[in-house]
């Protein structure tokens, strides 16, 4: 039997196998084709260069709410109380058909504190309810309704229905309590001269003995059964026409001209 040497033939076939592998790997590294419409890449390529890092806020202080602009000045009219910074800015308004509860905390938030409260027994043309006093109780007045001071909100008509029966009014008796500033129309405050307002409102103007009365800043309202000339005014009233305004009242209803 003869026996054949493949291990010769066998070492020049991969020998053979390795060459032309090699010859194909030589062929495929040659440089890369062009990129179309740019710059053909290179191995060193720069990367291109990080944008600057920004300060991430302080997740604390980005959930902080900004401290709001206190209250300076109360505009009280026929219609609403609206509360100012010292730009003039309005924060808020109020209008008096809303529940009392929701100008209490208006207010005590503007005042800087909680009214005393205190029940009233009303009269002939005020029903009964409660009264919220900011800054000092005056003096009870056996000719006005309800409990005095330097600024009370008067809550007698839980039932009111808009828009002849508020809900709440107020009296105002001091030109500022607890740092605000309480004006009306044309800027009027309680200690403003009563002649010269009667003189600038002579249409509405009414001494009534020895007090005299002014009516200013009037809101018409519709017609009410047979009722036509209805309206809304603040009411300012003088103990002495020669003297100062002593105190206001909003909203006063005017049912007859």
């Known amino acids: 039997m003869t026996v054949h ?7 020049k076939t991969l020998a053979v196998l390795f060459l032309v592998a090699g010859l194909f790997l030589t062929g495929c590294s040659g440089p890369p084709d062009p990129v179309l419409g740019g710059k053909s890449p290179t191995a060193t390529s720069t990367a291109p260069p990080k944008a600057p890092a920004t300060a ?8 902080r709410p900004s401290t709001p602009a206190p ?6 009219t026929a219609t609403s109380l609206e509360l100012r910074d010292a730009s003039g800015t309005s924060l808020s ?11 209490v905390a208006g207010l005590s938030t503007a005042f800087g504190s909680a009214p005393i409260s205190e029940r009233y027994e009303g009269g002939s043309e005020v029903p009964p309810g409660t009264g919220y006093i900011w800054s000092n109780i005056l003096p009870a007045d056996p000719k006005s309704p309800g409990p005095e001071g330097d600024f009370v ?3 007698g008509v839980p039932g009111g ?3 002849h029966e508020p809900n709440t009014w107020v009296k105002v008796s001091s030109s500022t309590v607890k740092g605000v500033h309480i004006s009306t129309v044309d800027g009027i405050s309680v200690g403003d001269d009563a002649a010269e307002i009667a003189a600038r409102y002579p249409d509405t103007a009414n001494p009534q003995g020895s007090r005299l009365d002014v009516f200013v800043g ?3 309202l519709p017609p009410m059964d047979s009722l036509s000339e209805l309206t809304f005014s603040v009411w300012l009233l003088a103990a002495d026409p020669l003297g100062p305004i002593t105190e206001f009242r909003s909203p006063s209803p005017n049912w007859g001209g």
């Not at 040497?5 to 070492?11: A, L, R, T």
């Not at 209250?71 to 009280?76: E, N």
Request: charged fraction near 20%; avoid cysteine; aromatic fraction near 10%.
């Open 56 to 63: 991430t806020p302080d997740p604390i202080e980005a959930a």
């Open 161 to 163: 229905t808009s828009p």
């Open 218 to 220: 009037h809101v018409p």
């Open 5 to 11: 040497d493949v291990s010769g033939k066998f070492g």
């Open 93 to 103: 308004t109020f209008d008096y058909f809303q529940p009392a509860s929701e100008l």
């Open 71 to 76: 209250v300076t000045d109360l505009l009280i």
């Open 153 to 155: 909100l008067m809550d």
